[in-house]
Structures are given as C-alpha cells and as structure tokens.
C-alpha cells in the first residue's frame, strides 16, 4: 500500500512537470489511467478548458525565462531550449532585453513551444507578440503551454508506470529486417531500446509501413545524381499575349467561352493551399490568413466569393438556366499538417456560400527527409522528419485521393489552379479560361512582366524547345538583362505567379503517365532526434528535402498558352510578415484598395457628367483610409454604378467598404474582432438581426462599419460617468453666483483709443496668418422648412445670399481690410473650417464646390464631420432603430474637440501656425467673423478663451448665461435657474444678475483647444427622450409615447472651467445677433425677424457715415454686401454721392 501511495505521488509530480498548474494536475491525475497518447492528449485539451487564468499564471512561473540560463534548471527545459545555447551574445542580450520589457508589459513570462526553433526564431516570435493586448497574449501564451505540455507528457509517458499508460510494443520483425536489410534500420534504435510506448511503436510502424523503400531509393539517386542545366539551352518565349494590349473583341470574345465552359460545368478552380502562416507570424493553414481587410476575410472567403460572383455573372449572362445548375466546382489542396484545420475552417463558416457539394479537400503527398547519404531521418523517438512533397505533388494527389476521378464524374474538363497567397487572384477567370480554350492549349499560365533584370522570380521561357520556368538562379547576367527589341521589355521577363490552367486530358493522359522520378534537391537544416529522442534543429544543412514544383510538366505540354497581365490588379502576394515593404500583407492590402479606387472612379467616369464632379469624387476616395468592396458587388469592377451613385450622395467614412445586397448577412458577416469587443462590452445584441439573417450583406455592412466607429468598453464607460453625475447634479443656490461687475468688458462702454487698439491687433493677427474661424454646421434646417443644411438657407435678402455666403464674405473683408491696413502685397489667409455632420456633409462640401468657394481659395476652406453617439436603453444598452441601424445622435457641438482631433483638423491649425480660432453658430446672420475688435480683445487680454455675450431682455427668456459655478466660469442653462434667480438684478447697473446670455460666439488660443480636444474623460449631459427602435422581429420601427431612452449630449461650453485666462465682451444684440432658429411666420429669432435686423444694421451704418433716405420706414428694405464693408466702414463716399438714397436698396461692390 505504501509503495502504491509512493506510486501516486510520484505520478503526480511527473504531471507537474508537464504543466506547472497544480490543478491541471491534480485534474489530469483523475482522469488517468490513459490507454494510449491519443487518449492523454484529449484528456489534456478537456484540462485545458477549465483553467482559470489564475491556473495558468501558476504554470507559466513553473518556466524558466528563454535565453541566458542564469539557475540549473531541469533535464525538459534544457532540451527544449538547447537552440540557445548555440546563439550569439547579440541575440541573447536582446532576449534578455525583451524578456523584461514582456513581463513589464504582462505580468507573467515569455512562453514559447521552443522544441524545434532557433533562438532568433524565438526573439523574432517574442518582438512580434509585445505589440498585443495583454488578454490577446494570455491566450496564445495557453496555447504555447499546451503545446509544451503535450510534448513533454510524450516524453514521460515514455519512463512512468506502465499502469498509467499501457505496454510497449516492438515493431513488427518482418518490417525491422526489410529496413536493416535497406540500411534502415537506424530508425529503430529508440524502438529496440524499449523507449515507444504502444501508441507510438504504433505510430512509428504505420509511418515506416506506408514507405516504398525500392521507390524512394530511385528517386534520392535520380534526384542527386542530375547534372547542372546550361543557360544556353534556355530561350525566351517566342509567343505570348499581353492582356492590355489585346482588343476589346478579343477580350469579350474570351470572356464568353470562359462563361459558356462555365455554364456547362466544366470549369474546376483549386487552389494549392498547403502552406502554413509561419512567416506571417499566423499560426494556422495560410488560406484562413486575413490580410487586414476591414472585413476581416480571409483569403478562402475571398476566393469562395469570387466563385460566387462569377457563378452570379454566368446566371445573368445564361437567364434560360436554371441557377441551381451553375456550378464551378472548388477544390483544395491541403496538407498533411493542415487538412483537417483547412476543412474544419470551412465546415464552420458553411463553405462561405458555396455548396458543400462543390467542395472538395484533399492533402498533397509527404516524402521522407534524408541525409546526404540517403538514410531516413528521425525526427523524434517514434517519427519520421518529413516534408511536403512540394505543389508538383498536385498531380499525384489529384490521383491517389480520388479528386481526379470525381472531376471526370462530374464532366469538368478544365482546372484552373492557383497559389493561396495571391490576394488579388481572379478565380476562374472567365477571360483566361477562354483564352486558353480559344488557344486549343493543354496547358496555360498567367504571368506579370518582371519589373526589373534582378526580380527574384522564375520567368517561363523555353528549355531545349519545350516550356519551362527558369529559376532565375538559372539565368546569368547577360540574360537577365536582355531586351527584346521588339518590344522593348526584358527578353526573359515572363515572371511565374502559379496561376494555371490544364485541361482534364492532360493530365490524365500526358502527365500522369510520364511524371518524373526527378525531384528538386533542397539542402535544409532539418529537425531531428537527439541521442535522447528529444527533436532539435541544427544550425547547419544537416540533410535534404526532396520536392517537386508543379511547373515541372510543363515540358510535356504540346500547346501552351502564356498571357500576361497587369501586376498590380492581377498579384499581391502574401508571403511576408506585416510591416513588410513587399510582399506582405500590408502591401496586398494597398493593392486591393488601389484595385477598388480604379473600378470606382471607372464606374464615375460613367456617371458623372463633369470632370469637375468627378475631380472631386476622385478626391474623396483619396482621403479614404482603406477600400475594400466585396467579390460579390463586383468580380472584376463591373455593376458598380449603384454604388458609386451611393457614394457619391453620402459621406464618405475612413474606411469605404462595400457588400452586396443580393446575398443574405449571416454570423460570418460580422469581423470576429469586433464581435470580440462587443461581446466583452455586453452589446453583442447589436448583431442579432445579422446573425438570423435577417438583413442582407449590405445592411451588415453598413451597421458594421458604424459600429467600428465606438470603443463600446469606452462608451459604456462614458455611460456610467454621466447617468452617475445626472443623479447627484442638483445645484444648490450657493453654488452658483452671477458674473462680477467687472468681468464683462461692455464693447459700446469702450474707449475709442482702446477700440483702435483692439482692432490693429486684430488686423495684425489676420496680417500674420494666425487666425482661423471655425462654423458648426452641423445641422439641418428643417425647423425653417429647409430640406438642407442650416448654413446654404437663404433667409429671404434681396441678394438671395445663404448663410454660408455671407459669412465667406465677412472673411474675404477682414483678408483685405488687414492688407490695405499693413500695406501687403497680396491679401492674407484665414483658414476658414466648416463642422458639418454625417446627414449633410456632402451636400456642404458639394455646395461650396458648385459656389467655387465663394471667392475663398479651395485650399482655406476645410471641412470636417462631427461624431455621433448610440442612444441607450436606460440600463446601458445601444438601441437599434432598424435591424441594421444604431439609433444615434449627434454628440452635440462640444462633438468639436474630438472631431478636430479625429479629423487632423487640429494638427494642421498647429501646421499653418494658427493661433487662435473663432467659433461661431452657424444660424446668426449677424455674426462678425473673424472680428478684429474682438480678436485683438482677447489678445489684449491675453485670454486663453473668450466669448461673446448679449444682454437677456427679460427674466424667461430661455437662453443660457455665462455665470460661475464653483467659482469656475459656465454657462447656465435657464432651466438650472430658479425663478428668484433669474429676476435678480443688479442694483449697480439696474440689469439682471444672470443676464449675460451666451450666443456661442467664442475665441480659442490654440494651446487652450489643444488641452480641451485632449481631454480624456469629457463630461456628457443626460438628455430623456422618446427614441425610436426597433421590434422584435427587426420588421419594423416603433416610435415611443414616452420617454424610452437616453441619449448623451455636451456642449461647447462644458470647456469653459478649465480656461486659465477667460474673458467676456459684451456686444449689442442689434449689431450681432439675429439667429435664424424658428419657422417663416414664427414671432422670434425667425427668417424675418434676422432680415429686419440685418436691414436695420445697414441703414445705421448708411446713416453714421452721412447718408440721408427718403421715406424711411423701419421695415424698409437695404442690404449692404459684406465685400462693401464689415462693419460700416468705408461707406462715407457713397453715403455722399448717393443720398438721398430711394429705399428700398442693395449696394454692393462694383
């Protein structure tokens, strides 16, 4: 019994020494006993899943830290981090370096599965992993542990009881002797030495039963024993097609037999997908790869979409067909390590749209790695090192798999065959295909021309009169830079991109009967046993893998077809790792955005009747981060006019993406990353509809791309903060108090010494180029009547000038007014920046363009969007209004600190050197922009925030006024005022207390705005309102009787305590302020009563400057343009000569 306790405990150290976790073990312990590794292994990944991140932490401190061994440390751990010992100091010191910096960072240690990789393999892993979030690095460093759990549970199911683990058979004799008798029998030393438990003595004899020895003899010796080719048997092309220069017949002519082989079934695409992610730094088969698109799909979906589009373009181009029965078959050739993932992958993304009876998964064949000398090569105790038998394997595993013979079941004549990592890739490419018919070629291959003689890449040419792909270590210099001078590009310039084409016949008759025993010979460092079985990697060639390429047949073709296309909407190669300049993910990505922007502005171009219109179409996708449209809008750039005319309509976000609307949403339809975040936040809601399928591929889209605009942790975060400052916002008497006497300087009350001194330091600000006015037009004018944005309504003056007019031309004044002031040679600039908002930027930017700016350079005038937020239930949740939109709302004008932010908008005031910004209201007719007086105020002053206010006219007038709150200066809204405050008076000036009534007309120091677009937790009002949403059933939207929701709004003002310098001046309502807010007939702040008073200022500036009227009635009418005058100067000589002046009148400049 003693002995069994003895037994017991031992057993569980050992497991302790396969994973530090205490409850892995003790876990693993009562699952035991286990009958074979396949067993264990499950029983560790069911462990796994109940490890709380407590657990893992424990296993992840039981590590030593990879690099310099500064402790001894254990016989596992010394074997799994052997590649260290052979590293230069130089790697190590980084190792070390970064250790630190990732435990800094994480919390826990660097873990890496180390068994087989090198030292700077490992340091290469470790700086690619220090850039994800510490709950992204917790889960791939579990995944890491796993895997060294699994390796090292291999091992000791090698040593401990036989109780726990089952016998250890021997290899069969009769196979021991056949391989002594080949010189083979090295591979069985672990074997004869008792150390294969029985699943592994079952692994190893399976693996060494399926060899053919005799075979594989014949190919080491034929492959070895070749001779060197000479580049004088090699020719270039003598006939090829180059697509661009083929006529638009023969390109739609092609076109149509791709469709008809297409329509009649004949048609198979596979792509050679065996690859891993390694160099990616992707941990799964290449195909899953996502090379950053903002839909996140990986390579399989595109290239399964592409299928699908073109299988839509068959059906229309075919409407007699039934659509069931166009089909283009997809095949996908896997690997030995991947087969299994690649179809699992599928399986649960349901074959992205295809048919599950299109699909067709096979792995390419594996041969057995050697010495130099021939011999096996193990790679641990009970395994053989292999290797993929390279994409020329194809042909024998289209065979030996079966995938041959369905094709022929299935009447497909022709394969396309292409490379998995070619983003750009047209599947099936109708164009090709036919091309290649319309040719009678066996065989077909796209290629791009070589960009330059050194491109690394094999080129096709001839060998001896037969097709070839010529390494381009093949080729010396003198043909590497050859020209053919006929057309005037590299003789040898051909480049192979893997993009084939073959007939069904081919293959069956000429290439599968003739393969060559010939392999390719790669001199690689290979993984192997050491004398302990443990695998490690030699930092020298220590043997050789035999492969094959797939151009390899092309000798045997009778008829081949070569057309070459345009690199870059034909090839994006994924081959590099991220922040690669080539090659790289990055790099594919710029080319299908680029690939997207061509097909948009082709689509335009058809559309657009002005090239003006299409300037500045092109221009807004320019300024797009990222165009991605879907394989099932457009295959290759056609049916995009729908969308274009969308776009061109809309505005535009960062990121343009496009899905179509034929094909219904499902859970795929939604990035991972994203539905991760939303998730995490509580608000996976959001997707419901998508999920069911509810909306269609479009409608996901769009609710998609409005959903990445929000950090949802951040918002709920924002949430929380402004419904907990909602509940304790009471405002008690004392804590409010009425501006001091002194704290508004009153402009009329100002001395006219000071006045000129206040109005050169404006000019001068203006002179010197600091200044810049900023309009918040975000909104409609729909309360006016008006189907548009507030800022192009005409309020009914003679001159029939919109808001936005007006206000250019006050601009265009003050920039002459300061010249003629300091004598420039030209006017000066003021950067005039226009906050619309999603609903109507568009239309403002176009209106600006139509009116040529109104006399502005195109260059001053910058326009930005301000954001919106999501509308909340009452406990949190975003609301939707219909299936597949978020209720939102704008984020109110204090939306401007973070859209000037988002929009660069504020770096580039830093960049132009503007050191103030005036703000201002876009409804006040009568605003000064840019005032001078006003700048120079505040310059004067040296205010870091100034405004502008009016004095209230009565005590309920429903304005906001500048007061103080805790001694801060803010604005009061006039239901935060009770009525005894608000009929306070003043008994030193006999007007009320809280009077100083805010008309948002304010100035910013730039340093000031800086430090308010910064802010990192601004503060948000709760606002109760009747929000809209949708039903249940995503069917309709119901609009609410009552309060349903919340939405958060701020405002400009919320800034205001944080100023360090801030001033008042205060200005006649008269002479600045007419807001337009109501309806025509309305009895206040309406269209007419803003035309009144613009017509009122006029006459007093007519009148102060000498002029005389007959009949002057008070509703007369008289509008002086403002490149007449700003503020009534300048108007003495034409008060002379035309008095008396006949109302009513319109002067403007001549």
């Known amino acids: ?412 004549k022709y394969i396309h065959v292409f490379s998995v990592d070619n983003a750009l890739c047209k599947v099936a490419d109708p164009v090709f295909i036919g091309y290649c018919i319309d040719k009678q070629a066996d065989c077909g291959n796209k290629v791009v021309w070589k960009s330059r003689p050194d491109e690394n890449v094999g080129v096709v040419a001839k060998r001896n009169g037969a097709y070839c792909v010529v390494e381009y270590t093949e080729l010396n210099d003198t043909a590497s830079k050859q020209i053919d001078p006929a057309t005037g590009k590299l003789s040898f310039g051909a480049a192979n991109i893997c993009n084939h084409f073959f007939t069904v016949d081919f293959l069956t008759d000429v290439v599968l009967p003739n393969l060559s025993l010939e392999y390719h010979v790669a001199h690689k460092k290979i993984a192997m046993a050491d004398d302990s079985g443990a695998t490690f990697t030699p930092t020298e060639n220590s043997g050789i893998k035999l492969e094959s390429f797939i151009f390899d047949v092309f000798t045997l073709s009778s008829k081949m077809a070569v057309l070459s296309v345009p690199r870059k909407t034909e090839f994006a190669p994924v081959k590099n790792p991220p922040r690669f300049p080539t090659d790289s993910p990055d790099s594919a990505r710029r080319m299908i955005h680029e690939e997207g922007k061509s097909w948009l502005v082709n689509a335009a171009s058809s559309i657009l009747d002005s090239s003006d219109e299409l300037a500045n179409f092109e221009r807004k996708l320019e300024e797009a981060i990222c165009i991605e449209i879907s394989p099932l809008v457009s295959y290759n750039g056609e049916g995009l006019s729908t969308h274009v005319n969308f776009l061109i309509k809309n ?49 996901a889209c769009e609710l998609v791309e409005d959903l990445r605009q929000y950090d949802p942790h951040q918002i709920a975060a924002l949430f929380d903060r402004s419904v907990k400052a909602e509940s304790v916002m009471n405002v008690d008497a004392d804590e409010i108090a009425p501006l001091e006497d002194d704290a508004v300087q009153q402009l009329s009350e100002t001395a006219p010494e000071i006045m000129t001194k206040w109005l050169d330091l404006g000019l001068e600000a203006v002179a010197n180029g600091t200044i810049g006015a900023l309009i918040l037009s975000g909104g409609q004018g729909t309360r006016l009547g008006f189907a548009g944005p507030k800022g192009m309504y005409d309020i009914g003056l003679p001159s029939g000038r919109s808001l936005f007019e007006i206000f250019a031309l006050r601009i265009r004044k003050v920039q002459e007014l300061a010249q003629t002031r300091f004598m420039l040679p030209k006017a000066p600039s003021i950067m005039l920046l226009i906050m619309t908002s999603a609903m109507n930027h568009e239309s403002i930017v176009s209106f600006f363009h139509e009116m040529n700016y109104f006399g502005l350079s195109r260059d001053q005038v910058h326009f930005f969007s301000q954001g919106t937020l999501p509308c909340f239930t009452n406990d949190g949740k975003f609301i939707l209004e219909t299936a597949s939109q978020l209720a939102r709302a704008s984020d109110g004008n204090s939306g401007i600190y973070s859209a000037l932010k988002r929009s660069k908008i504020l770096d580039l005031l830093c960049t132009r050197n503007v050191k103030h910004l005036h703000v201002f209201s876009v409804d006040n007719v009568l605003c000064k922009v840019a005032d001078p007086a006003f700048i120079g105020y505040c310059i004067d002053q040296d205010a870091d ?206």
Request: aromatic share 8%; proline share 4%.
């Open 1 to 412: 019994m003693l002995n069994a306790e003895k037994e017991e405990l031992s057993f569980h150290e050992n497991l302790l020494e396969c994973c530090g976790s205490s409850r892995w073990a003790a876990e693993m312990h009562k699952r035991s006993p286990f009958q074979n590794i396949p067993e264990l292994s499950q029983a560790a990944d069911e462990v796994d899943a109940l490890l709380t991140e407590e657990d893992w932490l424990e296993a992840f401190a039981a590590h030593p830290k990879i690099g310099r061994v500064k402790k001894p440390i254990k016989e596992w751990e010394a074997q799994e981090q052997m590649a260290t010992k052979n590293a230069d100091e130089a790697t190590l010191d980084r190792l070390e370096e970064l250790n630190d910096a990732y435990y800094k960072k994480f919390g826990f240690i660097y873990i890496v599965c180390a068994t087989g990789k090198s030292a700077s393999e490992m340091l290469r892993i470790l700086e690619s992993r220090l850039h994800n979030s510490r709950e992204d690095e917790l889960v791939i460093a579990a995944g890491e542990q796993s895997k060294i759990t699994k390796i090292r549970l291999k091992k000791l199911s090698s040593r401990v009881l036989t109780s726990k683990f089952g016998l250890m058979p021997h290899v069969p004799e009769e196979l021991a002797r056949k391989l002594r008798v080949a010189g083979q029998g090295h591979v069985l030393k672990f074997d004869d030495a008792n150390k294969l438990v029985a699943s592994e003595g079952q692994e190893l004899t399976a693996e060494l039963e399926s060899l053919d020895l005799e075979l594989l003899q014949k190919i080491f010796k034929a492959s070895t024993s070749s001779k060197a080719l000479e580049t004088n048997n090699i020719e270039p092309l003598e006939s090829y097609d180059l697509l661009e220069e083929c006529s638009i017949e023969e390109k739609q002519r092609w076109e149509d037999r791709g469709f008809e082989a297409i329509s009649q079934g004949q048609l198979c695409a596979l792509v050679l997908s065996g690859g891993q992610g390694t160099r990616l730094g992707f941990a799964g088969p290449k195909g899953m790869y996502n090379v950053g698109l903002p839909s996140e799909k990986s390579l399989f979906q595109l290239f399964a979409e592409r299928l699908l589009a073109l299988e839509a373009l068959v059906a229309q181009k075919y409407p007699m067909q039934s659509r069931d029965t166009i089909q283009i078959m997809f095949y996908v050739m896997t690997s030995k390590m991947n087969h299994n993932t690649t179809v699992e992958f599928f399986e649960n993304h349901n074959f992205f749209g295809l048919k599950k009876s299109q699909m067709f998964f096979f792995p390419q064949g594996t041969l057995p790695c050697l010495t130099l000398e021939g011999k096996l090569i193990l790679e641990n105790t009970h395994k053989l090192a292999v290797a993929s038998d390279g994409n020329g394997g194809i042909y024998k595993a289209l065979k030996t798999s079966g995938a041959l013979t369905r094709l022929q079941g299935h009447g497909v």
């Open 945 to 1150: 925030c100034g405004i502008k206010v009016v004095w209230k006219t009565r005590p309920d007038e429903n304005v906001g006024v500048v007061a103080k709150r805790n001694g801060k200066y803010c604005v009061l809204e006039y239901s935060e005022l009770d009525r005894a405050a608000s009929e306070r008076v003043n008994p030193t000036s006999g007007k009320l207390s809280f009077g100083a009534a805010n008309i948002c007309n304010h100035l910013f120091r730039i340093d000031f705005l800086k430090r308010c677009c910064n802010q990192t937790d601004p503060n948000y009002h709760v606002a109760r309102k009747k929000i809209s949403y949708v039903d249940d059933k995503g069917t309709k939207t119901i609009t609410p009787m009552s309060n349903t929701g919340i939405k958060l709004e701020s405002f400009i003002f919320d800034v205001f305590p944080f100023s360090q310098s801030f001033k008042v001046l205060g200005v006649t309502r008269e002479d600045e302020f007419a807001p337009v807010k109501n309806a025509p007939g309305a009895v206040s702040d309406s269209p007419l009563t803003a035309r009144q008073l613009v017509f009122q200022q006029c006459k007093r500036w007519l009148l102060e400057a000498g002029a005389t009227f007959i009949d002057n009635e008070s509703d007369s009418i008289c509008e002086i343009s403002p490149l007449l005058s700003y503020n009534g100067e300048g108007l003495e000589e034409l008060a002379s000569t035309k008095s008396p002046i006949q109302l009513p009148v319109v002067l403007d400049r001549t």
């Open 651 to 699: 505005f535009l976000r960062d990121i343009i993406r496009l899905e179509s609307s034929k094909f219904m949403a499902n859970a795929n339809s939604v990035p991972a990353s994203l539905r991760k975040t939303y998730e995490k936040a509580g608000q996976s809601h959001v997707f419901r509809f998508i999920d069911a399928g509810k909306i269609n591929a479009h409608e």
